[in-house]
């Protein structure tokens, strides 16, 4: 916005000087042929007067006060500091030159400017400054200004010169045109502040909206209960805030069905498979009741492991700090007793800060997959690093490993590698899942690699944040 300010800024600059700089020389060019003609009648009057009675006019005319002009006879050419350059001057020098010319009939016409102080107009190189006021400062002299003079000499006889000084009214013809003058500058930054002034004023005003919806969607994942936002701004916001209302509606009505569902199927499962159990333990056949069991074992552990997706992914709770060294010492320790064998590293320089973290949530998350590690591997060694803004924890198992085709397809829902249907040998396949999910949503993810030699790394990264979404 600033280039495209200061481009229009520049624009108009150049037409404007443009276009002013036709104007000053057709002003020019205007008074300086009228200025040409009154010198010329000038002329004419003093050629005609017998050479006895030049002075004695030129006398009383100093003695009057003088004229517009400032007109002397000498000897000799008078020399002439010539100053000033350009067209201004190329135009006034060429208009006097021509109207002379034309109307004195004479060629060597000599037309130049000079400065006032500069300025010598008898024989005796009398300065202008010198002469009596009356004289001719009046006519030549716009004080406090300094207009350059401008000195006219024609040859009207041998060792006769009529000499004219005279002021064009143009007191700044030389002094150019700045570009960057003072005003110009303090009007360019004043336009350029109030026009940047009032674009923040309008951005801020419709990208209000957008930061309310920014913020709502960050907090959406945490608080579905949150009020809905205000349908206010331009049409398109107003439209996006309507949009995201309905889907913040649809999400939370879908949210309470799902946990209704579940809710009953737990319930309805609960009836049926006491029952099951009850007449399977009355059953005479110790081999059959024994399958038997094992069958209902398996379904409810599936039934459990399904509602625990779900209401793992829900956890309503608060972060706080989190040692993750305690934290996966006691896993490890729970882990030994159920035959386990947990090895875990850490630098002893580097030691690893409290993490701000959900601690239900993560814990369920490394439980997950230290589990894994022991399940398939027999055996996992545990890695801490502290990267000043991220935690990685590396997980290595001595199991087989998995095909690399595959390693992206262990995170889906009840997918077991395993081809075994048990959950005994193979898993429910979902332990993975929701460990990624709850990494994911404190920022971080879970990446699966097979070792060089032998098993499986698993790698959670965990950045260090002050919100958490999405659990």
């Not at 443009?18 to 057709?26: D, E, F, K, P």
């Not at 350009?86 to 004479?106: A, C, M, Y």
């Not at 009046?138 to 000084?165: C, D, F, G, R």
């Not at 199991?399 to 889906?412: C, K, M, N, W, Y």
Request: with cysteine.
């Amino acid at each position: 916005m600033i280039a495209g300010v200061l481009a229009a800024q520049g624009a108009s600059y150049a037409i404007w000087t443009s276009q002013v700089r036709s104007s000053h020389l057709a002003q020019l060019d205007e008074l300086s042929v009228n200025m040409a003609f009154s010198i010329a009648s000038t002329m004419k009057f003093f050629r005609s007067l017998p050479v006895d009675y030049r002075h004695i006019v030129l006398d009383q005319l100093r003695n009057m006060g003088g004229t517009r002009f400032f007109v002397s006879v000498n000897e000799r050419r008078l020399s002439v500091e010539d100053i000033g350059s350009g067209p201004e001057k190329d135009v006034v020098v060429n208009n006097v030159r021509s109207v002379l010319t034309q109307q004195l009939n004479i060629d060597d016409v000599i037309v130049e400017f000079s400065r006032p102080e500069d300025l010598r107009v008898f024989n005796n190189e009398v300065l202008l400054y010198d002469l009596p006021p009356r004289w001719g400062q009046h006519s030549l002299l716009m004080e406090p200004l300094s207009p350059p003079i401008l000195v006219v000499q024609l040859e009207l006889a041998p060792n006769t010169w009529l000499y004219v000084a005279t002021l064009l009214g143009v007191p700044d013809i030389f002094s150019g045109y700045r570009w960057l003058s003072e005003e110009r500058l303090l009007v360019g930054f004043l336009v350029l502040l109030s026009v940047l002034a009032l674009s923040l004023l309008g951005i801020t005003s419709v990208t209000r909206p957008l930061a309310r919806l920014s913020r709502a969607a960050n907090q959406l994942g945490d608080d579905l209960d949150m009020p809905p936002l205000r349908e206010s701004g331009p049409k398109e916001v107003a439209a996006t805030a309507a949009a995201f209302n309905r889907m913040q509606r649809r999400i939370r009505e879908q949210i309470e069905e799902r946990e209704r569902l579940f809710s009953a199927i737990s319930h309805d499962l609960k009836t049926p498979l006491t029952r099951m159990r009850l007449r399977a333990e009355m059953l005479d056949d110790d081999y059959q009741r024994e399958r038997f069991c094992a069958s209902l074992d398996e379904l409810d552990s599936l039934v459990k492991g399904a509602l625990a997706s779900v209401k793992g992914l829900d956890l309503h709770e608060e972060p706080e700090p989190i040692d993750l060294l305690a934290l996966l010492e006691e896993l490890a320790e729970a882990l030994r007793l159920q035959g386990g064998s947990v090895q875990i590293e850490q630098s002893v320089s580097h030691p690893v800060a409290p993490l701000i973290a959900k601690p239900l949530a993560l814990k369920r998350c490394l439980a997950n997959l230290l589990e894994n590690a022991i399940f398939y591997g027999h055996r996992a060694e545990v890695q801490l690093l502290d990267q000043r803004d991220v935690v990685i924890l590396r997980i290595r198992d001595y199991g087989p490993g998995i095909a690399e085709d595959q390693l992206g397809r262990v995170f889906s829902p009840f997918v077991r590698l395993e081809p075994s249907r048990s959950r005994y040998t193979g898993g429910s396949g979902l332990g993975l899942g929701i460990a990624r999910h709850i990494a994911r949503a404190h920022g971080g993810d879970i990446v699966l690699s097979n070792h060089a030699v032998k098993g499986l790394i698993v790698t959670l990264t965990l950045p260090r944040q002050e919100t958490i979404t999405g659990l």
